[in-house]
């Protein structure tokens, strides 16, 4: 009898947070995460670049002659045999000819005033994170400065949901109107990519306990942020290393870690 009592009070209240749960409203917000993808190639370590010319190098032992390598030799044979007197050869000719050895020394002296641009550009020197042309070898990712209570936060540039909007509709608008319209980016599809959610402190819980923010990601094509509209909107492009340092809430800056590149 005692054990039936427990299992009909257990059920009970399983039944009651049920309800309660069913009973929470949370609002639907959607985020975006906008990335600059990299501008040039890594640089390779060490390893990775002893392992590049053991490749150059067998390529090249592997290969065939060119054509240039097999006129070059064919001009020294016959260059020989007029040393030795076999062949004859006509002055004027060979003096207006030009020889394949006269074409590698002028591709030599033209490589030689070639000179590799930088990897690292004015922006990098002065530390400047509203600027996309730094870090050229990094993907950066756009936080921009939003109220959430009392305070600000830098975060993925997020809106609540308004009613007939499907979320990606919602993130674009939102991107819109935090962003400027100078901001042109790709949107990788329809669907999410992260999720999180959050409650609202107990005295703004007003009609809803919380929200919850589905994440859509974006590439950077052109612009910047801000215009007319939004000229004061403080944003910063940061590599994945540094957001730690600005996602101050740890549940939130796990939420994002999830579904970083």
């Not at 032992?61 to 062949?87: F, T």
């Not at 006269?102 to 002296?109: G, R, S």
């Not at 959430?148 to 109107?177: C, F, N, W, Y």
């Not at 994440?215 to 540094?242: C, H, I, M």
Request: charged share 30%; aromatic share 8%; hydrophobic share 35%.
């Amino acid at each position: 009898m005692l054990r039936r009592f427990v299992q009909v009070g257990a059920r009970q209240v399983t039944r009651a947070q049920s309800t309660a749960a069913a009973q929470e409203k949370w609002d639907l917000y959607a985020g975006v995460l906008v990335e600059r993808l990299p501008v040039v190639s890594k640089s390779l370590s060490p390893v990775e670049r002893q392992f590049q010319d053991l490749l150059w190098r067998v390529e090249y032992e592997n290969s065939l002659k060119s054509d240039h390598e097999l006129k070059n030799e064919r001009e020294l044979v016959q260059a020989e045999l007029i040393k030795q007197g076999k062949v004859q050869v006509d002055l004027d000719e060979s003096m207006t000819k030009q020889t394949a050895q006269d074409l590698k020394d002028a591709y030599v002296e033209e490589l030689k005033k070639f000179q590799f641009g930088s990897r690292s550009t004015p922006d990098d020197a002065a530390n400047k994170t509203s600027s996309t042309d730094r870090c050229l070898e990094d993907t950066l990712y756009l936080l921009v400065q939003q109220k959430l209570g009392p305070q600000q936060h830098m975060i993925l540039p997020q809106g609540k949901r308004q009613d007939g909007e499907s979320l990606r509709q919602t993130a674009e608008r939102v991107l819109r109107e935090q962003c400027g319209s100078e901001l042109q980016v790709l949107f990788y599809g329809n669907a999410p990519v992260g999720f999180h959610k959050y409650k609202y402190p107990s005295n703004q819980r007003a009609e809803s306990v919380g929200a919850k923010v589905f994440f859509y990601r974006a590439s950077l094509r052109t612009g910047q942020v801000g215009d007319n509209k939004t000229p004061s909107t403080k944003y910063e492009w940061l590599p994945k290393g540094a957001l730690d340092g600005k996602l101050t809430n740890a549940a939130y800056a796990d939420s994002i870690k999830k579904f970083l590149l």
